[in-house]
């Protein structure tokens, strides 16, 4: 089935260490997304790319970076984790970049619960 | 600042009835407005986008948009429990320095009562 995949589904990790949460979609989608979501939070932009090469910041980057060396994959970098970033990341894309009047919804990877010690 | 309100809830509706939910919105530039459903321990799902004030019907769906008063709002007929879940307001800001993403709600949570 066509879609986002993510891995790991989850992770517990030493704070300190580094971590890459991988994101790969098969549909072809120029534009692609991470959100982390807290309870009581809710979702929030990490960082976003509108096509490869290209990469943008969101609501809360810091303490994350990603990379966008091709259209289908979009990996979410932890450089040094700490447990303010234990979270439920989503990769998500769009089959535009959300300049455009009448696209954007977004599909969604099934998540990854990260949690930090 | 982008901001987008929901009520967290919960909001309770005895099964058969109809369930409203609203969200407002800080950004009059907003275009496009979206209602995600999330199920506990699952990733968000599309039901409802929005582009022109009115009414939008799809099956037992409805969105309304007033951007005038920056308020949009999804109303559920013959609510079943199936329909218990977290329901997301979503709001994309044509920024025009590049596409950001949705600028979500905190969501309301959805009780329907059997």
Request: glycine share 10%; charged share 15%; with cysteine.
């Amino acid at each position: 089935i066509a879609g986002i995949t993510q891995a790991p589904t989850s992770q517990i990790l030493a704070a300190g260490r580094r971590m890459t949460l991988r994101c790969t979609q098969d549909m072809r989608h120029n534009a692609m997304y991470w959100y982390r979501q807290d309870l009581g939070l809710g979702l929030r932009l990490i960082h976003y790319s509108n096509t490869a090469g290209t990469t943008g910041k969101g609501e809360v980057p810091d303490g994350y970076s990603v990379s966008r060396a091709n259209t289908d994959d979009f990996p979410l970098t932890l450089a040094s984790a700490v447990p303010s970033q234990t979270s439920v990341y989503f990769c998500a894309s769009s089959d535009l970049p959300l300049q455009v009047v009448s696209t954007g919804e977004l599909f969604f990877g099934e998540g990854s619960r990260l949690t930090v010690l | 600042q982008k901001e987008v309100e929901q009520n967290s809830g919960p909001l309770s509706v005895p099964e058969g009835a109809i369930a409203s939910l609203n969200c407002t919105y800080s950004d009059r530039g907003s275009q496009s407005f979206f209602w995600y459903r999330q199920y506990s321990g699952k990733s968000p799902e599309l039901i409802m986008s929005i582009y022109s004030n009115g009414d939008k019907e799809d099956g037992r769906f409805t969105a309304q948009l007033n951007k005038a008063s920056q308020y949009v709002s999804l109303l559920i007929r013959d609510s079943q429990p199936s329909d218990s879940a977290t329901y997301l307001c979503a709001v994309r800001l044509i920024s025009g320095g590049g596409a950001d993403g949705l600028t979500f709600g905190k969501g309301t949570h959805l009780i329907i009562q059997p």
